[in-house]
């Protein structure tokens, strides 16, 4: 029976050996490059820029032209006739440079709002890369579970030979059933856990919610990080966005001492005029044309003002924002990187417990020769032994997490 113990443990290590190096697991980087692709998120964001970028062209106009119709009712006379109808055309110019700073300002517009398509990607990668580590997770404590309901039952059928040959009680037997029933329980929760966690993963690459997620089967720590590059974080596009934000203000002052200066008008007005009857004389009904130039000056100016005063305040504002956001991101790496550091030192600590742990469960089996073998014992062993083996499996799980969160600050 010792030795049947042992073969059937071995099969189960070399089993889940092999099965992790030879799985045909979907690669996360295929599954992050899906979700940029297909995510309406990122959609909305690029059409918004597009739009953006669109209104480049409305603002490269000037004023309308206006034209005007009139006929004298009372038909004034004048030394070269009476006059029938006048038609007049008038255009206004901005000051020169008016339209060109029109332009920048809404460019500038439009780079900031590029900035959200890079964030949204950036979190859309952080944001499959930890879901698609809960799930590894998850599958991964359910396999330990399936490992130690097995185990479970092939330490039942010890249990019910002791009881045959009298060296054990019934109520051994039941305890382990018990506990596995417990198991199988903690195995089904997991389950509907996973379920739940694939919908949301199947959301962010906008999928059909039940479209299976193959997850590789094993994950380790690997023995060294890799560098982490702190200056990086005054780049990221977060902060690079309120730059831009920045310098679309300046580029609303500009226009706004541009729209400030005087407007130019050119206009043309034509007269016409009838001839007076019986009359010879040179300019008989001749035709009136005149040039015109008009001017129009803000005087009253307070507008440009007031949206001085609002620019200089919105910057002042942008500047803030900026400082606060940077605290917070600064925050945000350091917590991740103290955590990443955490679930290593928590790694070796499952590792070496859970080899104390099989060495325990090993002196257990090595008992049952002489009869002496307590399955109370045995539960307190397999009960740390799971305990052991989910704290490893939360341990990887922290560390790849929280790498997702550093590569989204620093990458």
């Known amino acids: 029976m010792k030795h049947r113990i042992i073969h059937i443990k071995s099969i189960l290590t070399l089993g889940s050996f092999f099965l992790s190096l030879f799985a045909n697991?979907?690669?996360?980087?295929?599954?992050?490059?899906?979700?940029?692709?297909?995510?309406?998120?990122?959609?909305?964001?690029?059409?918004?820029?597009?739009?953006a970028s669109e209104k480049v062209n409305e603002v490269n106009?000037?004023?309308?032209?206006?034209?005007?119709?009139?006929?004298?009712?009372?038909?004034?006379?004048?030394?070269?006739?009476a006059q029938r109808f006048k038609v007049s055309a008038k255009q206004m110019l901005p000051w020169f440079g008016t339209i060109t700073s029109r332009e920048n300002y809404v460019s500038s517009l439009a780079n900031a709002k590029y900035e959200d398509i890079v964030i949204a990607k950036r979190k859309l990668m952080a944001s499959v890369s930890q879901s698609y580590y809960i799930l590894y997770a998850n599958r991964a404590k359910q396999k330990?579970?399936?490992?130690?309901?097995?185990?479970?039952?092939?330490?039942?059928?010890?249990?019910?030979?002791?009881?045959?040959?009298?060296?054990?009680s019934a109520v051994d037997v039941l305890r382990l059933q018990m506990r596995q029933n417990e198991m199988q329980q903690l195995?089904?929760?997991?389950?509907?856990?996973?379920?739940?966690?694939?919908?949301?993963?199947?959301?962010?690459?906008?999928?059909?919610?039940?479209?299976?997620?193959i997850v590789v089967?094993?994950?380790?720590?690997?023995?060294?990080?890799?560098?982490?590059?702190?200056?990086?974080?005054?780049?990221?596009?977060?902060?690079l966005k309120y730059d831009k934000l920045y310098q679309s203000v300046e580029q609303s002052?500009?226009?706004?001492?541009?729209?400030?200066?005087?407007?130019?008008?050119?206009?043309?007005?034509?007269?016409?005029?009838?001839?007076?009857?019986?009359?010879?004389?040179?300019?008989?009904?001749k035709d009136i044309v005149m040039p015109m130039v008009s001017v129009s000056i803000p005087i009253f100016n307070k507008k440009y003002k007031s949206q001085t005063k609002q620019n200089q305040l919105e910057q002042q504002e942008i500047t803030a924002q900026k400082?606060?956001?940077?605290?917070?991101?600064?925050?945000?790496?350091?917590?991740?990187?103290?955590?990443?550091?955490?679930?290593?030192?928590?790694y070796a600590t499952q590792t070496k417990n859970l080899k104390q742990a099989k060495d325990a469960e090993d002196i257990l089996i090595?008992?049952?020769?002489?009869?002496?073998?307590?399955?109370?014992?045995?539960?307190?062993?397999?009960?740390?032994?799971?305990?052991?083996?989910?704290?490893?499996?939360?341990?990887?799980?922290?560390?790849?997490?929280?790498?997702?969160?550093?590569?989204?600050?620093?990458?």
């Open 217 to 239: 089967d094993s994950l380790t720590i690997p023995s060294e990080d890799f560098d982490i590059t702190a200056e990086n974080l005054a780049l990221h596009p977060e902060l």
């Open 61 to 81: 106009t000037i004023p309308n032209t206006e034209f005007g119709v009139g006929y004298f009712v009372s038909e004034p006379e004048t030394r070269t006739g």
């Open 144 to 168: 330990v579970l399936t490992e130690n309901i097995k185990l479970l039952e092939t330490y039942e059928t010890l249990a019910l030979t002791s009881v045959e040959v009298g060296k054990s």
């Open 323 to 346: 400082q606060e956001r940077l605290n917070s991101l600064e925050t945000l790496l350091s917590n991740a990187i103290n955590e990443r550091i955490s679930s290593r030192i928590s």
């Open 366 to 411: 090595k008992s049952y020769e002489t009869g002496t073998i307590d399955f109370n014992d045995v539960l307190d062993i397999q009960e740390l032994q799971l305990k052991f083996q989910m704290n490893q499996i939360e341990s990887v799980k922290t560390y790849y997490v929280q790498t997702s969160i550093i590569n989204y600050l620093t990458n």
């Open 25 to 51: 697991a979907q690669q996360l980087e295929t599954l992050i490059n899906e979700a940029v692709a297909n995510n309406p998120e990122i959609q909305k964001f690029e059409l918004q820029y597009k739009r």
């Open 187 to 213: 195995k089904d929760v997991l389950q509907q856990q996973f379920l739940a966690e694939q919908t949301k993963f199947n959301n962010l690459l906008n999928k059909e919610n039940d479209v299976a997620v």
């Open 253 to 285: 002052e500009l226009l706004n001492q541009k729209e400030s200066s005087p407007m130019i008008g050119f206009g043309l007005d034509y007269i016409n005029v009838t001839e007076r009857p019986n009359m010879d004389f040179s300019d008989n009904g």
